[in-house]
């Protein structure tokens, strides 16, 4: 593996968002993955939904751990800043960064193991902070860095390439978000870009933990049969909850959606995620029937994706802790710093 | 022995009975009569009901360690009446609760008992169980009031103070130290040979523990962010520095806070978080102690890989393990300077009282900053949480504190393209570019490997540039970190070479060994890497006694890797029973060093 650099070449009439740039502005380098790995897929949505949101690119911080999933930031929006930190640890590093600036986007892409075992307790404490990014899990069910071992995720009864087959209950990461009460969590199929995007979009708009599981095969350590991560287990088991689309604030609400099969959710930032119900039983604001629908369908053997469930009410880490809207980090020190006059009060009661 | 301003009192207690505060108002009594005094608490890992102690020394010459002696032994813990009894040095004096008489702690004809019915006499004056236990505590203030003539109106005052807002307390308590005052008048001779008097020692200082002073220290560097994970001893620097947050950074206007401080899930979560601050251009900072270093080491070596910089204070407790971690020891310096796989190193300061916790808290944010590295700060419980008589903490507002090398959005602008780990100026330092700044100062932080101009790399010499490169850095670092502390006495080949709370102990000895006509030099050192002054001290004599509190003499291996010292020249005096040192240790293995330097 090395770095390559990849010429950016657009093309004159391809489509500006509003900031003037184009999709390709929002590229990264050339992935280094395996050839129809769905993690590409997952990058390309990626870079779809952060150009369609007009992001700058220098205001977004992609940050990761270790693992397949934890290199792809290397591969979309070159002109962002990045933190491809240790295994198991991005939602810390996320943690801290968000803690010294709050006015970046953040976009975490971890993985199954990287999420579900090595940094199983930072996943969960990110949740009940409410840390304000989207995360994303690229789960395959598999540790391909290291050639096909077994990760949490990982159903019972799926067959490594070598071995036994797992007798272990896998972690759902959905259910665990769900019972942890994050404030948007949505699972998708990194071969399912018309959901995916909107998906992303929303997670990214979304003012509190975003979580967005996406089933993305490993096409090389568990796209066999006997593995339920494969790309023809997903395609034949995929059913759709709710379709999300993303609606900027200032644009009109399109009449694609039938009213009646349409429910508008507003954001934080002002802008609007609109969901079609495909099964209308289904209530994406409450938790209880979420995790009652995700049970049923599991055992079911189904996976269900789209936008599972939503609560823009409760606080995000810095309100619940009620500090400034300045990024902590662009407060002058002079100001933090009460002087000497100050330190001699302060002592005082040492005397 | 007659003595004035020079007498040990120690305090056997049950934790959880309020004797604290009583120990606390005898300590600052003493103190507010201008006399320096040296307070330790030695307490169980326990919340309530096991046995504690609290020391004071009255020390006229303002030394700074424990004394080895115990001139007044104040037994109010029957459980530990045989070992108290057995500390006391002789000619001392024994004072207990004689409600209930115990002719067993008669045994011994070099110490005087002093029986006082504390119980009775505050059963008698006070209502309810509480009150009566609180009460029995101050009542033997009261007593050694009587015994050491402390000044009466200076309690009051104390008490006056305490109470602001409870006045009606100060009338009971005082009423309490009246009891034990009046009993002792009245049946003993009062005062002891062993008394004080005021002075003016302790002018100008204050009376303070080391987390509390570090804690103040990150408030007064602008640390915007803290994270941490409770661990004794280190959890009242993080509870110092919320509580000078919580008065000194709400913001007037909107009454939102300018400080972020987050307790979290494992000290692996905690130093990621300091190190996303970090990156993200806040002084951040993590106090822990050793385990949690344990937990740390993974991060730290990104961070020293990364150039990412960090403050963590250690507050060392006793280990291997869990240990005691309600006992004192510097038992983490190698696992702190080489925290971490792979060739890593780190940049660690050494405070040796709450003054360095005060000054070196803001300079480990300067030099992390500069540096670009982690900087550990290696305190332990004795200086966290014992008070100290320190002088007061000064802040010079000329000083203008050093964010290091970071590019500003017009500089950035300027550039022809920005690399990050380019040095261009020759001292190992690259320019770093926070997010958020400018498009072109977008940088893909990694802990794989890079080339010096930041992109992933497998190449070996890409790879090797480099690591070397940092080895440069760490050069700069010996350059600019806190020098030694170094005292000459006349002419002599052998000195004493020591760290961080080891300092009072040594000075002491020094002192002593003086009076039997011993003088040797004294170094102490502030931070590693070791500065060429270090270095050159070694060279300078034929044999250094390198004094620490760890059974592997870690700082003297740390010397022979770091210094090349010659191993030969540099004798262990190691102290590592859990107790903060004391001179008498000092001063017995000089001695014994210097009886073989003769012998051969």
């Known amino acids: ?351 | 022995m007659a003595t004035v301003n020079d007498v040990v009192i120690k305090i056997a207690t049950v934790n959880g009975t309020g004797s604290a505060s009583a120990n606390g108002l005898l300590m600052r009594s003493i103190f507010r009569m201008g006399v320096p005094v040296v307070g330790k608490n030695y307490f169980p890992s326990n919340i309530q009901g096991l046995p504690t102690w609290y020391e004071i020394r009255v020390t006229g010459n303002a030394y700074q360690a424990r004394s080895d002696r115990v001139d007044i032994m104040v037994a109010m813990n029957a459980q530990t009446y045989a070992r108290d009894l057995a500390e006391v040095s002789p000619g001392g004096w024994l004072l207990y609760d004689s409600t209930w008489p115990r002719s067993s702690l008669l045994d011994r004809d070099d110490v005087t008992v002093l029986g006082v019915p504390l119980s009775r006499m505050c059963n008698e004056h006070f209502e309810g169980a509480r009150a009566r236990i609180l009460m029995k505590n101050i009542a033997y203030v009261g007593a050694l009031a009587a015994l050491l003539e402390i000044d009466l109106d200076t309690i009051t005052k104390l008490l006056e103070e305490t109470f602001a807002s409870k006045q009606h307390l100060v009338g009971s308590n005082m009423e309490a130290i009246r009891l034990g005052y009046d009993y002792a008048s009245e049946n003993f001779v009062c005062p002891l040979p062993s008394k004080i008097a005021a002075a003016d020692g302790a002018k100008g200082h204050i009376i303070i523990d080391g987390n509390t002073a570090a804690g103040l220290g990150c408030m007064y560097a602008g640390a915007t962010v803290g994270a941490w994970y409770p661990i004794t001893p280190s959890t009242s620097l993080m509870d110092a520095f919320r509580s000078f947050c919580s008065k000194y950074r709400v913001d007037p206007e909107s009454g939102k806070r300018t400080y972020c401080i987050i307790q979290a899930e494992d000290e692996l979560a905690a130093i990621g978080m300091v190190l996303g601050a970090s990156w993200n251009g806040a002084r951040s900072f993590t106090p822990t102690s050793g385990p949690g270093i344990s937990l740390m080491s993974e991060l730290l070596g990104y961070a020293y890989y990364a150039e990412i910089p960090a403050v963590v204070f250690n507050v060392q407790r006793t280990g291997p393990s869990t240990g005691m971690p309600t006992r004192t020891q510097q038992a983490d310096i190698l696992s702190c300077a080489y925290a971490s796989h792979g060739d890593t190193k780190h940049v660690l300061l050494f405070p040796a009282d709450p003054g360095e916790c005060f000054t070196m808290a803001q300079a480990s944010f300067d030099l992390a900053e500069r540096l670009q590295t982690p900087v550990m700060v290696l305190s332990d419980l004795d200086i966290g949480m014992n008070d100290w008589m320190v002088p007061e903490f000064e802040f010079d507002e000329s000083y203008v504190p050093d964010r290091g090398k970071v590019l500003t959005a017009q500089e950035l602008e300027d550039m022809e393209a920005f690399y990050r780990y380019l040095d261009i100026d020759g001292d190992g330092i690259p320019y770093r570019s926070l997010p958020g700044i400018h498009p072109k100062g977008a940088f893909f932080t990694r802990g794989s490997g890079h080339t010096k101009y930041g992109s992933y790399t497998e190449d070996s010499d890409a790879y090797q540039d480099v690591v070397d490169r940092l080895l440069l850095k760490w050069e700069t670092a010996r350059s600019i970190v806190p020098e030694p502390e170094i005292q000459y006495s006349k002419f002599n080949k052998a000195a004493i070479l020591s760290v961080g709370s080891c300092d009072g102990a040594c000075k002491e000895a020094l002192d002593r060994l003086n009076e039997q006509n011993i003088s040797l030099n004294y170094c102490r050192v502030k931070a590693f890497p070791f500065s060429d002054a270090v270095k050159e001290f070694i060279e300078q004599h034929d044999v250094v006694y390198v004094v620490e509190q760890n059974r592997d003499a870690q700082l003297r291996t740390l010397l022979m890797l770091d210094c090349d010292a010659n191993p030969t020249k540099l004798v262990s005096f190691l102290h590592y029973n859990g107790t903060p040192l004391n001179a008498g240790f000092v001063v017995k293995r000089a001695l014994e060093e210097q009886s073989k330097g003769q012998a051969a």
């Not at chain 1, 990626?46 to 007009?54: E, P, Y």
């Not at chain 1, 929006?77 to 991005?90: A, D, E, K, L, T």
């Not at chain 1, 939503?310 to 802790?321: F, N, T, V």
Request: one cysteine or more; aromatic letters at 8%; charged letters at 20%.
């Open chain 1, 1 to 351: 593996m090395s770095f390559i650099s990849k010429p950016t070449v657009a093309h004159p009439n391809m489509p500006r968002n509003k900031l003037g740039l184009t999709a390709r502005d929002y590229e990264g380098a050339v992935s280094t993955l395996c050839a129809g790995c769905g993690h590409d897929s997952v990058t390309a949505a990626i870079i779809q939904a952060v150009f369609k949101l007009n992001i700058e690119p220098h205001m977004l911080a992609k940050m990761s751990g270790i693992g397949c999933s934890s290199k792809t930031p290397a591969y979309f929006v070159n002109q962002s800043h990045g933190f491809n930190s240790v295994h198991g640890r991005m939602a810390s590093v996320t943690t801290g960064a968000n803690a010294a600036n709050r006015t970046l986007t953040y976009i975490g892409v971890s993985g199954d193991g990287d999420s579900l075992s090595i940094g199983a307790g930072q996943f969960v404490h990110a949740i009940r902070r409410n840390l304000n990014m989207c995360y994303i899990i690229e789960n395959n069910g598999v540790y391909g860095l290291t050639k096909g071992q077994f990760s949490a995720s990982a159903d019972i009864g799926t067959l490594p390439k070598k071995g036994l087959a797992n007798q272990q209950e896998p972690i759902d990461a959905v259910s665990t978000a769900l019972s942890l009460g994050a404030t948007y969590i949505a699972r998708s199929f990194s071969g399912d870009k018309d959901q995916l995007v909107p998906l992303i979009q929303g997670a990214l708009s979304h003012d509190g933990f975003a979580l967005v599981d996406i089933i993305s095969p490993c096409v090389t350590f568990n796209d066999h049969e006997g593995s339920t991560k494969s790309y023809a287990h997903t395609r034949e088991f995929y059913h759709n909850v709710i379709d999300a689309d993303y609606i900027a604030a200032a644009e009109e609400i399109t009449t694609a959606y039938e009213k009646g099969s349409a429910r508008s959710v507003e954001l934080h930032d002002g802008s609007k995620i609109i969901l079609r119900k495909i099964d209308s039983e289904y209530d994406s604001s409450s938790r209880s029937a979420a995790f009652k629908y995700l049970r049923e369908r599991f055992h079911a053997g189904e996976i269900i994706t789209g936008l599972l469930y939503i609560d823009d009410s409760r606080k995000e880490m810095h309100d619940l802790m009620g500090n400034i809207d300045t990024p902590l980090s662009e407060v002058p020190l002079d100001s933090l710093r009460p002087g000497k006059e100050e330190l001699k009060k302060i002592l005082a009661r040492y005397r």
